[in-house]
Nanobody, 121 residues
Framework: QVQLVESGGGLVQAGGSLGLSCVAS????????MRWYRQAPGKQRELVAA???????DYADSVKGRFTISRDIASNTVYLQMNRLVPEDTAVYYC???????????????WGQGIQVTVSS
């Protein structure tokens, strides 16, 4: 099992910045891809950013140039730096990880509990 714990959310004015962190803990051999998703009220959950173990990154078009995803493999932590925030970024942000376990061929997916980010206009 893998536990993902997010931190760093909160309230910020439009144009401001926030940083999110997500730490993975538990019994696993490695974590391949880590992602940030978000879900705004009344909307479907959407992918915000992803990063592989090799640190290849990918972003939703709506956040390109404003958000930066990074990870520290040694501490099993993924970060999301969010700059130039707009009210449309308001959502619950979820951390996601694909983890490999000893003796198991296929990876398993895990989600964090979510953390609120609110951008005021």
């Amino acid at each position: 099992q893998v536990q993902l714990v997010e931190s760093g959310g909160g309230l910020v004015q439009a144009g401001g910045s926030l940083g999110l962190s997500c730490v993975a803990s538990g019994r696993f051999s490695s974590i391949s891809v880590m992602r940030w998703y978000r879900q705004a009220p009344g909307k479907q959950r959407e992918l915000v950013a992803a990063i592989t173990e090799g640190t290849t990154t990918d972003y939703a078009d709506s956040v390109k140039g404003r958000f930066t995803i990074s990870r520290d493999i040694a501490s099993n932590t993924v970060y999301l730096q969010m700059n130039r925030l707009v009210p449309e970024d308001t959502a619950v942000y979820y951390c996601y990880a694909d983890a490999l376990h000893y003796g198991v061929l296929e990876s398993r997916s895990y989600w964090g509990q979510g953390i609120q980010v609110t951008v005021s206009s």
